[in-house]
Every structure is written in C-alpha cells, then in structure tokens.
C-alpha cells in the first residue's frame, strides 16, 4: 500500500533534459489516479513547473536569512570575527570590518567569537517562497533574487511547503553540485532524467556518483530516446541501473510542451507510462522498507 507522504525527487545531470517535464506530468499523473499530490519546483534560479501546472498562489512569503552586521563604535578590531569566518564573509582590517553577505553562510560562528559583542544579525531578503493549488496538486515554488547566490536555503523553505499526506514530487535544480543535494538528499526515491546524447551520458554518469554517494534508490528515464545513440542504454545495462521509462522524440509532445500544456492531459495514450513508473518507484520504495 502506498504511503502517503513519500518523496519522489527528480533530477539530472544537466539541464534541458525534459527534468520538469518528467516531474509535472509525474505529479499530475499521480493525481489523476486519484491520489493526493503535491509538485515542489525546488529548481529556485529558474523555477519552470508553473508554465505547466499553472498554479493559483494563494500564498508568498518573502525569506530572509541572518547576515553579520558590525557596530564599529563596539569593534576593538581584534579580528577573531574575520579568523573564524572560512568563506571570507567578514574581513577585519584594524578597526575597519567589511561585510559581504553574498559569502556568508549565515553559521553565526563571527557573533559568537566577537569579545565586545559587536555583531549583531541583519536579515536579508534572498527570495520568495509561493504556495497554491494547480487544480488537483498541491503546488509549492522557490524564486531566488536576482543576483543573490543562497540557493539551498531557499531551497529549504521550499521542502519545508511539503504536506504531511501527499507523494510529493521535487523538481530538482539540474546539475551535481550543494542546490541538488539539498533538493534530494531526505528523497525516498530519486528519478535521473536523461538523454542520447554525449553529453547527456557523460553528466548521468556525474548523477548517478552523486545518488549513489547518498546512497538513494534511483532509476533512470530516458527523454527523446529514439533522438540519439544506445549508448545510455548500454552504460545502464552494464551499472545495473534501471530505466524505468522511455519517451520517444514526439512532435506532439514537442508541440504541446511549447504550449505549455501538460503530456497527460492533451495526449493521454501517454498517461499509462507515467501511472506506471509511479508504480515502479512506489513498489521499489516499499521493497526498500522490507529489506
């Protein structure tokens, strides 16, 4: 029996490989089989999933995180708070400190070691978290400030949207490094979405180190993959991974994409694939529990 509450991530070694593509039709295939859903677009510098969902936001709290503010009638200029600091957030020059809060990773470590009790926290604004409702899916988004850097703490006020009775889908950031981690890392399951090409091969194989080394139960869907060569098959085949599904080069998917309307809903033959590869994850998930 499926439980109610599990996380499916989805994710990929690179962008454009069809990743928020995989996850919307995932979530509203989920739902469509009359299941609580809920889509998280964690991808939070460039978060797509609305074109498709469509949401009514009900819902936008602005987030902020704590950055290192210096009273420098207080400073006596020993410099312990630019010691401590490894991300060169806080620089110490005699009595003069400077700030640069795009750096700071908000640890708190310069206030504590100050002996004059000269830093204080100054809350910054990096984004924007907005919840609705897409029909019948819970929808859940992270939009970061242009030009701001802190991915995953926006990334972690999107999880925090998660319901308690919902399969949650997590749209991942593309790529291998801290946004993806943090979008992945507590997943009950995570979805590599991939394509025959060269370079798609080669970022899978980054993908497949990342879940492996946060030791996640993974498979693989394959998009366009009538475009290119076997090699991703072969390379599957050969590291045990499983390819949990395959979606042809389709003109009618390419069209309905560029409207910006859902596969499920305007091609339905397609409907069966993804009501099966949830199936696939959610037997997988179960056997994971078992063992």
């Given at each position: 029996?499926?439980?109610?509450?599990?996380?499916?991530?989805?994710?990929?070694?690179?962008g454009g490989?069809?990743?928020?593509?995989?996850?919307?039709?995932?979530?509203?295939?989920?739902?469509?089989?009359?299941?609580?859903?809920?889509?998280?677009?964690?991808?939070?510098?460039?978060?797509?999933?609305?074109?498709?969902?469509?949401?009514?936001?009900?819902?936008?709290?602005?987030?902020?995180?704590?950055?290192?503010?210096?009273?420098?009638?207080?400073?006596?200029?020993?410099?312990?708070?630019?010691?401590?600091?490894?991300?060169?957030?806080?620089?110490?020059?005699?009595?003069?400190?400077?700030?640069?809060?795009?750096?700071?990773?908000?640890?708190?470590?310069?206030?504590?070691?100050?002996?004059?009790?000269?830093i204080t926290?100054?809350?910054?604004?990096?984004?924007?978290?907005?919840?609705?409702?897409?029909?019948?899916?819970?929808?859940?988004?992270?939009?970061?400030?242009?030009?701001?850097?802190?991915?995953?703490?926006?990334?972690?006020?999107?999880?925090?949207?998660?319901?308690?009775?919902?399969?949650?889908?997590?749209?991942?950031?593309?790529?291998?490094?801290?946004?993806?981690?943090?979008?992945?890392?507590?997943?009950?399951?995570?979805?590599?979405?991939?394509?025959?090409?060269?370079?798609?091969?080669?970022?899978?194989?980054?993908?497949?180190?990342?879940?492996?080394?946060?030791?996640?139960?993974?498979?693989?869907?394959?998009?366009?993959?009538?475009?290119?060569?076997?090699?991703?098959?072969?390379?599957?085949?050969?590291?045990?991974?499983?390819?949990?599904?395959?979606?042809?080069?389709?003109?009618?998917?390419?069209?309905a994409y560029?409207?910006?309307?859902?596969?499920?809903?305007?091609?339905?033959?397609?409907?069966?694939?993804?009501?099966?590869?949830?199936?696939?994850?959610?037997?997988?998930?179960?056997?994971?529990?078992?063992?």
């Amino acid at each position: 029996m499926t439980k109610k509450n599990i996380k499916i991530a989805v994710a990929s070694g690179k962008g454009g490989t069809g990743k928020t593509t995989i996850s919307t039709n995932l979530a509203r295939a989920i739902a469509k089989n009359r299941m609580a859903a809920q889509y998280l677009d964690c991808d939070v510098e460039e978060p797509n999933g609305h074109i498709f969902l469509k949401p009514e936001i009900q819902k936008s709290k602005a987030i902020t995180i704590d950055v290192p503010e210096v009273d420098s009638n207080k400073c006596s200029g020993c410099g312990k708070c630019s010691d401590i600091c490894q991300y060169n957030a806080i620089v110490s020059l005699k009595k003069i400190v400077m700030t640069f809060d795009q750096l700071c990773h908000s640890c708190g470590g310069c206030k504590l070691v100050c002996p004059t009790s000269a830093i204080t926290d100054k809350a910054k604004e990096i984004g924007f978290v907005d919840i609705g409702v897409a029909k019948e899916i819970g929808f859940a988004q992270g939009r970061l400030n242009i030009g701001d850097i802190h991915t995953p703490p926006l990334i972690k006020q999107v999880k925090k949207a998660a319901s308690s009775d919902s399969v949650i889908v997590i749209d991942a950031p593309p790529g291998t490094s801290c946004p993806v981690i943090e979008a992945i890392k507590d997943s009950d399951f995570v979805v590599l979405v991939t394509e025959p090409t060269p370079f798609g091969l080669n970022d899978l194989k980054l993908a497949v180190g990342m879940v492996r080394q946060l030791q996640l139960p993974f498979a693989v869907v394959i998009n366009r993959s009538d475009a290119g060569d076997n090699e991703i098959l072969r390379y599957c085949s050969k590291e045990k991974i499983d390819v949990a599904l395959e979606i042809r080069d389709d003109i009618k998917i390419a069209k309905a994409y560029s409207r910006g309307e859902m596969i499920v809903d305007v091609l339905p033959n397609y409907e069966d694939g993804f009501t099966d590869l949830f199936d696939y994850i959610d037997k997988n998930i179960q056997l994971q529990e078992k063992s």
